[in-house]
């Protein structure tokens, strides 16, 4: 059988089509294979700020131990002591968070007393190595717990001199930098029964409004974030573009609730629901603490509509 040249020419660029992908595929697979796994990943966060060394010989104690180690930051300004507030930025970013990562987060006003130091797992697969003062209960109440070890295995620590004030260098970083090595976690020490646990501010709703806390501000923006969830705020009936009349410490505002800040013009405050669902407060461009005095916590109270 003869084939026209035409279609003979057809068939010859198709095959040759096929084997250039294939050798590339092959190419590809060959290469992915000598780039090795990926890097372990450390995500940290503390309240130490930036103004001193404090993060950085954290970073350098952990890459001297994992030296392959990815350490990414959620955020070292954290209010001084506010393990509340750690609380909720931990629980806000781990769904982002691949099982495996390694969470090390120093939060630690209790530092150098009877207060544990942990690792905890939950059954998400995520590792969080932190004092036992808490700041983790959200995330396990929402993952689960797997389990949770004391960190006593002094060769999980910086050495035999322990500080007594500076725990994030010589316990907490070693311990991560040694998970991220891919060691066993039950090493680190005992395992722990019950674990401190943190008791948040959750606004309560009632038959004429709700009554929450302005527990943070979104910085640097300066908008009020509150314990209210969009949903029960939705269910005292407003809409968007409603005016909604509330009261923010002892002092009375009517706001629009708008669904974006241009809702409003620049420099026009508003009531929103934010990116993690909660009630917000803002000004459009604006500093809504700076510019009305309030700082958290401070009481808020939004009645049903019509009230």
């Known amino acids: ?26 190419w590809s697979n060959q290469e992915k ?8 990943t450390i995500v940290f966060m503390t309240d130490f700020g930036t103004a001193n060394d404090a993060v950085a010989i954290c970073k ?9 180690a990815r350490i990414m930051d959620i955020t070292h300004q954290v209010t001084p002591f506010s393990i509340e507030e750690g609380s909720r930025f931990l629980a806000g970013v781990t769904p982002y968070y691949p099982s495996g990562t390694v ?16 690792i905890v797992k939950s059954k998400k697969g995520q590792y969080f190595v932190l004092p036992d003062n808490g700041i ?16 006593t295995n002094t060769a999980w620590m910086i050495g035999d001199n322990i500080s007594s004030t500076f725990h994030g260098r010589d316990i907490f970083s070693p311990a991560a930098a040694h998970l991220a090595a891919g ?11 019950d674990l401190v646990r943190l008791s948040p501010r959750t606004a309560t709703v009632e038959a004429n409004g709700i009554t ?31 005016k909604v009349t509330l009261k923010v410490d002892k002092t009375q505002y009517t706001f629009p609730f708008e ?21 917000g407060i803002a000004v459009n461009q604006g500093d809504f603490s700076k510019k009305y005095h309030v700082s958290p916590p401070v009481p808020v109270f939004i009645p049903r509509k019509g009230k």
């Open 212 to 242: 929450g806390t302005v527990i943070g501000l979104d910085d640097p923006f300066g908008s009020l974030i509150t314990d209210i969830e969009g949903v029960d705020f939705k269910k005292l009936g407003y809409q968007v573009g409603d």
């Open 136 to 151: 983790i209960t959200p995330v396990t109440d929402r993952d689960g717990l797997e389990g949770a070890h004391e960190i």
């Open 259 to 279: 669904k974006t800040f241009m809702g409003v013009p620049v420099g026009q405050p508003l009531v929103y629901i934010d990116s993690r669902g909660r009630v």
């Open 183 to 193: 060691e066993d976690w039950t090493l680190a020490g005992p395992e722990v029964g």
């Open 33 to 40: 294979a000598e780039e090795g796994p990926s890097r372990p």
């Open 1 to 26: 059988m003869q084939f026209p040249r035409r279609r003979l020419a057809q068939i010859l660029s198709a095959f040759w089509i096929a084997a250039s992908l294939a050798g590339c595929n092959s």
């Open 60 to 68: 350098a104690v952990i890459l001297g131990i994992e030296p392959d």
């Open 103 to 118: 969470f090390l987060v120093v939060v630690d006003p209790g530092v150098g007393t009877s207060r544990k130091a942990v």
